[in-house]
């Protein structure tokens, strides 16, 4: 192998550790046990990695991606989907 293969070869392995997060840290930033997290993982609620077998690893915008997906309307994007349905739904009727 050359130097320059094994130098890429070097920075791939860095890049997977600088784009991954341990399971204590993503239970910290989903404010949650450790235990939970596992639980999470044994019921594939969030995607995980388990390269050597033994330790999980979690891509940093992992955790993140389901807190988003949890999100909540505002009452005023409720009011203008209703708005939005009366009147297409209207407008079906009368064609």
């Not at 130098?7 to 450790?34: C, P």
């Not at 999100?71 to 064609?95: G, M, P, T």
């Amino acid at each position: 192998m050359s130097h320059i293969e094994s130098l890429l070869e070097k920075d791939k392995g860095n890049r997977f550790f600088n784009e991954t997060i341990t399971t204590k840290k993503a239970a910290k930033l989903l404010d949650v046990s450790v235990s939970s997290l596992y639980k999470m993982t044994h019921t594939n609620e969030i995607p995980f990695y388990k390269p050597g077998g033994n330790k999980l690893y979690f891509k940093k915008e992992e955790p993140v991606n389901r807190i988003l997906q949890h999100r909540i309307k505002s009452q005023s994007e409720i009011e203008l989907e209703a708005i939005n349905y009366v009147v297409n739904n209207h407008l079906k009727k009368f064609r």
